[in-house]
């Protein structure tokens, strides 16, 4: 499955952003999907997933103040980001896990100015 990102950019701080993901075939299946982001310097770390059944997890860091969602109809996968702060800027690469392998999409760029 190919995964597509988009919808970073830069935004003030206390901003929101939402971030896309568009898979290249039907999601309904897929175990798990999710978005990861890795800041310069830094390892990349889960932000959050949602299973298929619709289970979310996320990281501490963005807990009340991040949503993850997914469309099965449109094969989208979003993340909502609200009260952003410098600390989250970062590349945001789309996950996803299906038959046991893992695919990602290209990243998309979120800068949070101070």
């Known amino acids: 499955v190919q995964l597509q990102a988009s919808g970073g950019g830069l935004v003030q701080n206390g901003g929101s952003l939402r971030l896309s993901c568009a898979a290249s075939r039907s999601i309904f299946s897929i175990n798990v999907m999710g978005w990861y982001r890795q800041a310069l310097g830094k390892q990349r770390e889960m932000v959050a997933a949602?299973?298929?059944?619709?289970?979310?997890n996320y990281a501490d860091s963005v807990k009340g103040r991040v949503i993850i969602s997914r469309d099965n109809a449109k094969n989208m996968v979003y993340l909502q980001m609200n009260s952003l702060k410098a600390e989250d800027t970062a590349v945001y690469y789309c996950?996803?896990?299906?038959?046991?392998?893992?695919?990602w999409g290209q990243g998309t760029q979120v800068t949070v100015s101070s």
């Open positions: 996950y996803a896990l299906a038959s046991g392998k893992d695919y």
């Open positions: 949602i299973g298929s059944g619709g289970r979310t």
